[in-house]
């Protein structure tokens, strides 16, 4: 898991222990929802083909100094897909070079995103092209509203720049563009200080600046093309295409759709709790993703389980400390709380100018108090058998757990099926769970 940088105390008079001993847990049982498995077996096949289209092979000329953009997500063959790109520029004479497209992300420090990089396996041994990571910017134009538009110096200086992005539902807001190209282009290349432009006026018009900013970044800046991608609702890459920059326009909202009917969710549309074992940066940008666990931080998104309260236990260790989401739970654990770096969420609170994510919700000694206190303070519920749902991350939706309240529920949906009989929680001498 994420460092410990801290060792709090909680709890050192047994008063919160006295009141929630006796809050009865319900058995648990592992089940596993189906969803579409359609996915790519051959990547580095697939990319090459992409490039070779001839639209897209044009765009890389000999000698050319080419960026290659690569954001903090956890994108499923993220290195593999970042080395097939960087082998076949090389190939039609290009010279490749990767820079960090992240915004604020990595405690907006240039090291810190070429850490975040590293940890999702892009290194420069294994891409085979440098990784060149910056915070500085450069002015190169304003769009039609007159806002100042500014980008990663080293893209703003390069010969070309290909746009790699996954696309997928926001989390803050809904548009034609939501986390994709145009994304990467406007928040990813603008690093902190071109991220902060475009989030100023907030997320209730964030679909209409990301495409007056993308706009202007188009007419200003030498893009290619974009690669973009999308995942099952297993989290692996079933789409791979290369579009022409004059085409994103048109493409992106369609494969934004696409990617919207792949997603996985919860097979059940309302319950009591949810407890969410690990959130994280490599998961969602909101640590927990909200189209899932229906934690929204704005009220400019919607969707997802009507559910009473959340519980979230710990950190991954690809977030470095960084709890972002953790504010939109109801109860956290101590340990989630020693390995917070505040460090590294509040630049990215601020950049965004959404600050709730990085509250600290109630901090309880360990994961079965703070499971305990979620069923003592949920009002008009059935305490003796309340309707619980476990996850392990929001990435994670195939195999999940549920309470017994929800047996009849999930024997009747065809789309899911038991892996185990209900047996108690397991909880180890820290009273946490396996």
């Given at each position: 898991?994420?460092?410990?940088?801290?060792?709090?105390?909680?709890?050192?008079?047994?008063?919160?222990?006295?009141?929630?001993?006796?809050?009865?847990?319900p058995r648990m049982a592992k089940i596993e929802q189906i969803f579409n498995e359609t996915k790519i077996d051959n990547i580095s096949e697939k990319i090459k083909n992409e490039i070779s289209k001839p639209e897209i092979i044009k765009t890389i000329k000999k000698d050319a100094n080419i960026a290659i953009t690569c954001g903090s997500r956890g994108i499923d063959n993220i290195a593999i897909i970042i080395k097939e790109i960087v082998n076949n520029v090389k190939s039609y004479g290009g010279k490749p070079f990767v820079i960090p497209a992240m915004g604020s992300?990595?405690?907006?420090?240039?090291?810190?995103?070429?850490?975040?990089?590293?940890?999702?396996?892009?290194?420069?041994?294994?891409?085979?092209?440098?990784?060149?990571?910056?915070?500085?910017?450069?002015?190169?134009?304003?769009?039609?509203?007159?806002?100042?538009?500014?980008?990663?110096?080293?893209?703003?200086?390069?010969?070309?720049?290909?746009?790699?992005?996954?696309?997928?539902?926001?989390?803050?807001?809904?548009?034609?563009?939501?986390?994709?190209?145009?994304?990467?282009?406007?928040?990813?290349?603008?690093?902190?200080?071109?991220?902060?432009?475009?989030?100023?006026?907030g997320f209730g018009k964030m679909a209409y600046n990301m495409m007056s900013f993308a706009h202007a970044i188009i007419k200003n800046l030498p893009i290619l093309f974009g690669l973009a991608i999308?995942?099952?609702?297993?989290?692996?890459?079933?789409?791979?295409?290369?579009?022409?920059?004059?085409?994103?326009?048109?493409?992106?909202?369609?494969?934004?759709?696409?990617?919207?009917?792949?997603?996985?969710?919860?097979?059940?549309p309302k319950f009591d709790i949810l407890i969410i074992d690990q959130i994280g940066k490599n998961f969602s940008g909101d640590g927990m993703d909200p189209n899932i666990t229906g934690t929204y931080c704005t009220p400019f998104a919607s969707g997802g389980p009507d559910i009473k309260r959340y519980v979230v236990l710990d950190l991954s260790d690809e977030t470095k400390g960084n709890s972002v989401g953790v504010g939109m739970a109801d109860f956290t654990t101590k340990r989630l709380f020693d390995k917070t770096d505040f460090d590294q969420g509040y630049p990215n609170a601020l950049t965004s100018t959404v600050v709730k994510i990085v509250k600290m919700p109630m901090v309880l000694k360990n994961d079965k108090k703070a499971i305990q206190a979620?069923?003592?303070?949920?009002?008009?519920?059935?305490k003796e058998n309340p309707k619980i749902i476990r996850i392990m991350n929001s990435s994670n939706m195939k195999n999940i757990w549920i309470s017994e309240s929800l047996y009849l529920e999930a024997k009747k949906n065809q789309n899911i099926r038991f892996l185990e009989d209900f047996g108690e929680m397991k909880f180890n001498e820290r009273d946490n769970l396996f």
């Amino acid at each position: 898991m994420s460092e410990i940088i801290r060792d709090s105390q909680w709890d050192r008079s047994n008063a919160v222990a006295n009141i929630l001993d006796k809050v009865k847990i319900p058995r648990m049982a592992k089940i596993e929802q189906i969803f579409n498995e359609t996915k790519i077996d051959n990547i580095s096949e697939k990319i090459k083909n992409e490039i070779s289209k001839p639209e897209i092979i044009k765009t890389i000329k000999k000698d050319a100094n080419i960026a290659i953009t690569c954001g903090s997500r956890g994108i499923d063959n993220i290195a593999i897909i970042i080395k097939e790109i960087v082998n076949n520029v090389k190939s039609y004479g290009g010279k490749p070079f990767v820079i960090p497209a992240m915004g604020s992300h990595g405690g907006s420090t240039a090291e810190g995103q070429r850490k975040v990089l590293e940890g999702l396996g892009v290194t420069e041994n294994f891409i085979g092209a440098p990784i060149i990571s910056t915070m500085e910017t450069k002015l190169i134009g304003y769009n039609k509203d007159n806002k100042p538009i500014y980008i990663d110096k080293n893209a703003a200086n390069a010969d070309g720049i290909i746009i790699i992005g996954r696309i997928k539902p926001h989390t803050s807001f809904r548009g034609s563009f939501e986390s994709g190209l145009y994304k990467m282009m406007v928040i990813g290349l603008g690093k902190q200080k071109g991220a902060q432009v475009c989030h100023m006026e907030g997320f209730g018009k964030m679909a209409y600046n990301m495409m007056s900013f993308a706009h202007a970044i188009i007419k200003n800046l030498p893009i290619l093309f974009g690669l973009a991608i999308i995942e099952n609702a297993y989290d692996k890459t079933c789409i791979i295409k290369t579009i022409p920059t004059c085409e994103i326009e048109k493409k992106e909202p369609k494969l934004l759709i696409k990617a919207k009917q792949l997603m996985p969710k919860i097979l059940f549309p309302k319950f009591d709790i949810l407890i969410i074992d690990q959130i994280g940066k490599n998961f969602s940008g909101d640590g927990m993703d909200p189209n899932i666990t229906g934690t929204y931080c704005t009220p400019f998104a919607s969707g997802g389980p009507d559910i009473k309260r959340y519980v979230v236990l710990d950190l991954s260790d690809e977030t470095k400390g960084n709890s972002v989401g953790v504010g939109m739970a109801d109860f956290t654990t101590k340990r989630l709380f020693d390995k917070t770096d505040f460090d590294q969420g509040y630049p990215n609170a601020l950049t965004s100018t959404v600050v709730k994510i990085v509250k600290m919700p109630m901090v309880l000694k360990n994961d079965k108090k703070a499971i305990q206190a979620a069923i003592f303070t949920s009002i008009d519920i059935d305490k003796e058998n309340p309707k619980i749902i476990r996850i392990m991350n929001s990435s994670n939706m195939k195999n999940i757990w549920i309470s017994e309240s929800l047996y009849l529920e999930a024997k009747k949906n065809q789309n899911i099926r038991f892996l185990e009989d209900f047996g108690e929680m397991k909880f180890n001498e820290r009273d946490n769970l396996f």
